[in-house]
């Protein structure tokens, strides 16, 4: 996708901004239709688009700093970060899969 930063504004917050690779990028009107929709999403899961710049050699989307690092080192970080990222999801993937279990035998039975 690109290459991405870590900025500090002069308002001292923190920022991630993300370069992106010229194929990924259509035209200027395609582009800021894009950026319009990606600044509409609101989800606790999903980082804020706070800005972007659209030049011809250059293209930048700005988002909040999220400081655990991204998805991908999370994903294919260390052993032990990888372990503890599978161990807090299958907590919840034991719980929901015992519920539906108990559920249906109580429930058929």
């Known amino acids: 996708f690109g290459t991405a930063y870590k900025a500090v ?6 920022v991630a901004v993300k370069r992106l690779k010229e ?9 800021e239709q894009q950026m319009e929709v990606l600044g509409r999403l609101r989800h ?18 700005v988002f909040d700093f999220m400081p655990n690092g991204s998805l991908f080192w999370l ?12 161990l807090s999801l299958l907590s919840p ?12 035998f109580f429930f058929f039975f």
Do not use: W
Not at 9 to 14: A, E, P, R, T, Y
Not at 44 to 61: H, Q
């Open 9 to 14: 504004l002069d308002d001292g917050s923190v």
């Open 23 to 31: 194929a990924q990028v259509a035209g200027k009107k395609e582009f």
């Open 44 to 61: 606790p899961n999903l980082v804020g688009l706070k800005a972007y710049y659209f030049a011809r050699d250059e293209k930048l989307l």
């Open 75 to 86: 994903l294919h970080g260390t052993l032990s970060v990888s372990c503890s990222l599978f």
């Open 93 to 104: 993937l034991l719980f929901l899969s015992l519920s539906l279990f108990f559920f249906f």
